[in-house]
């Protein structure tokens, strides 16, 4: 049993929960030299790590399967019209 975090709501035993993205944010991470190591034979290899950009979570919420398949389609229609417009 665990209480919805959208509707508030209890849901029954054995009712399988949903985590669900609510907020998202742009990230960058710097390179790092020498980040990555791995042996090969007795001696280490280092190898640069590239870093980069993209989002990462920044709010989620546990959900019961109703509100998980409501919050998907909004979510879908709302990125739908972004890239339509």
């Known amino acids: 049993m665990y209480r ?3 509707c508030n709501v209890v849901a029954p ?5 949903e ?3 609510i907020e998202t944010r742009a990230a960058e991470y710097p390179s790092r030299p ?3 190591h791995h042996r090969v034979g007795r001696k280490m ?3 640069d790590d590239p870093g980069g950009a993209g989002y990462e979570i ?3 919420a546990v959900a019961c399967p109703a509100c998980a398949a409501e919050h998907r389609a909004k979510a879908a ?3 739908a019209a972004e890239f339509g417009a």
């Open 4 to 6: 919805c975090q959208i």
């Open 19 to 21: 985590r669900v993205v």
């Open 34 to 36: 020498k980040a990555q």
């Open 77 to 79: 229609a709302a990125e």
């Open 13 to 17: 035993p054995g009712t399988p929960a």
């Open 45 to 47: 290899k280092y190898a």
């Open 58 to 60: 920044a709010k989620e």
